[in-house]
């Protein structure tokens, strides 16, 4: 069984900083990428940043500058620093995995719980 746990959520003031950490725990072979989803309520779940073993990086362009995200491959842990947040940041934020559990099987999405980051204005 595979878990990926998040913490680091909370309510802070525009322009404030927070910092997610998830951390993908079971039976895992090989990870490949991780990131973050967010979804604000009545809209579509959406990617906000992706990192894979290499250290390649991906962001969704209303991030870019405002956001990093970094990964400890020996942990199988990725970090979302979010910085200058603003109200329209708020959402549930979503830990992802792209997993291989055992050599020679293929490799599933994995998703965590979601940890709600509210944002005043």
């Known amino acids: 069984q595979v878990q990926l746990v998040e913490s680091g959520g909370g309510l802070v003031q525009g322009g404030g900083s927070l910092r997610l950490s998830c951390a993908a725990s079971?039976?895992?072979?090989?990870?490949?990428?991780m990131g973050w989803y967010r979804q604000a309520p009545g809209k579509q779940r959406e990617l906000v940043a992706i990192?894979?073993?290499?250290?390649?990086?991906r962001y969704a362009d209303s991030v870019k500058g405002q956001f990093t995200i970094s990964r400890d491959n020996a942990k199988n842990t990725v970090v979302l620093q979010m910085n200058s947040l603003k109200p329209e940041d708020t959402a549930v934020y979503y830990c992802?995995?792209?997993?291989?559990?055992?050599w020679g099987r293929g490799y599933d999405d994995y998703w965590g719980q979601g940890t709600q980051v509210t944002v005043s204005s």
């Open positions: 079971g039976t895992i072979f090989s990870i490949n990428a």
């Open positions: 990192i894979t073993s290499s250290g390649r990086t």
């Open positions: 992802y995995g792209n997993l291989q559990r055992n």
